[in-house]
């Protein structure tokens, strides 16, 4: 039984490029949530998917970053231009419903790193 | 908004020591509460759950009780092994929003 898949682990971008991360959640789970980890701090919030519908995104920057769960394939968190301050760890969760959220299974997480 | 303070690590201890890693939170009305944890390289895991003042949330020897009058959550262990040795993450989660609000993470390394 995998658990949840990311890809790159490892990421680098330079300045002005665009970062496409991976995740594909646990067999059976149809809801994503995104988190962000800055150096040194706790996993922040970004969005929530579930397939073919953003149901929060209460917690992504208003330019530059989008994300997307289609019917079919992975999950991606999509950063247009980025900056250095977009270096971070990128964490993916997936559960098997809503009611059961705190069943969040993490995936490895991305990290990119912008030069 | 909801916020999360753990103590800040590293906490270094020797194998077998008592542990405790203090976790206090600041939400509007009852939230749940968690602990994750996450082993070099891997993604977060449940590692203990509590949804109701005074409940205790345990597993594999570890506990921590949900206190709503200080506000608390701390970790405990009676007898850590090196195999412990991981970030723990703080957590909790309003009955509004559809997110984990997490705490900073603490890294424990528990030397032979």
């Known amino acids: 039984n995998a658990g949840v898949m990311q890809n790159p682990r490892h990421l680098v971008r330079r300045r002005g490029q665009e970062a496409r991360l991976r995740c594909s959640p646990m067999k059976g789970h149809s809801h994503v949530y995104w988190y962000r980890q800055l150096p040194e701090e706790g996993l922040k919030f970004m969005v929530y998917?579930?397939?073919?519908?953003?149901?929060?995104e209460s917690g992504m920057p208003k330019e530059r970053f989008s994300a997307e769960f289609p019917k079919e394939g992975p999950s991606i968190l999509r950063i247009q231009q980025v900056v250095r301050g977009d270096s971070a760890a990128y964490f993916c969760?997936?559960?098997?419903?809503?009611?059961?959220?705190?069943?969040?299974?993490f995936g490895p997480g991305t990290r990119l790193t912008v030069t | 908004g909801n916020s999360v303070t753990q103590m800040e690590g590293p906490v270094t201890l020797s194998e077998e020591a008592f542990l405790t890693i203090n976790c206090t939170y600041t939400?509007?009305?009852?939230?749940?509460l968690f602990w994750y944890v996450q082993y070099p390289g891997e993604g977060l895991q449940l590692l203990l759950k509590?949804?109701?003042?005074?409940d205790k949330g345990s597993n594999k020897g570890f506990e921590a009780t949900y206190r709503k009058e200080t506000t608390s959550f701390h970790l405990e262990k009676g007898s850590v092994q090196v195999s412990d040795s991981a970030v723990y993450f703080c957590a909790l989660k309003d009955n509004a929003g559809n997110m984990l609000t997490f705490g900073g993470g603490t890294r424990l390394m528990v030397k032979p």
């Open positions: 998917l579930q397939k073919e519908n953003i149901i929060d």
């Open positions: 939400a509007t009305g009852y939230p749940s």
């Open positions: 509590a949804t109701k003042a005074d």
């Open positions: 969760a997936s559960s098997p419903t809503q009611d059961r959220f705190y069943e969040q299974y």
